[in-house]
T-cell receptor, first 112, second 119 residues
């Protein structure tokens, strides 16, 4: 079945450590996105990528980094520079120029 | 920049009744798309319905329909014959349909409305 797979579902990180969240899609979508969700904040865009080897900062990119070496994969690294990383992270993808975004099941990151 | 506002943080509805969730947005663009997404307790975001701004006809998907008022920049979701499985967070989202450069295809979300369904 086609879809978006995020792993792991739950992730714990010690302060000062970098951690990478995985996002893989087999929908053949060109565009991929990372969103952060906090209680009462809705979804906020961290990074997005329209094509392979290209990505752009979203509204809250500070403390995060991404890569897009393959069409299927868009990993997100939460660095130690991110001051408040505990949140729910959602990866999404979409076909260009179509408009629907399809989402993965999310990763809950907790800093301990 | 576009903004999306959902003014109802929480709502409740009796099972089998009808409920309407509100959404307003601000944009200077004429061509865009609007969406309602559902996020149940599993936290998977599920597309409920979409509306193209150039279409005057309101979109409908089974028990879900929208009231799209372009001039008023309003996009409400009506859920008919509410079911227990409709209980979830509902997010309104906006997306430009114009290729104006970097970021033009990103989704902008409201803060959500939590819908409870009372048996």
């Amino acid at each position: 079945d086609g879809g978006i797979t995020q792993s792991p579902k739950y992730l714990f990180r010690k302060e000062g450590q970098n951690v990478t969240l995985s996002c893989e899609q087999n929908l053949n979508h060109d565009a991929m996105y990372w969103y952060r969700q906090d209680p009462g904040q809705g979804l906020r865009l961290i990074y997005y990528s329209q094509i392979v080897n290209d990505f752009q900062k979203g509204d809250i990119a500070e403390g995060y980094s991404v890569s897009r070496e393959k069409k299927e994969s868009f990993p997100l690294t939460v660095t130690s520079a991110q001051k408040n990383p505990t949140a729910f992270y959602l990866c999404a993808s979409s076909i260009q120029p179509f408009t629907e975004a399809f989402f993965g099941q999310g990763t809950r990151l907790t800093v301990v | 920049a576009q903004t999306v506002t959902q003014s109802q943080p929480e709502m409740s509805v009796q099972e089998a009744e009808t409920v309407t969730l509100s959404c307003t947005y601000d944009t200077s663009e004429s061509d865009y798309y609007l969406f309602w997404y559902k996020q149940p307790p599993s936290r998977q975001m599920i597309l409920v319905i979409r509306q193209e701004a150039y279409k005057q006809q309101n979109a409908t998907e089974n028990r879900f329909s929208v009231n799209f008022q372009k001039a008023a920049k309003s996009f409400s979701l009506k859920i008919s014959d509410s079911q227990l499985g409709d209980a979830a967070m509902y997010f309104c989202a906006y997306r430009s349909a114009q290729d104006s450069g970097a970021g033009s295809y990103q989704l902008t979300f409201g803060k959500g409305t939590k819908l409870s369904v009372i048996p």
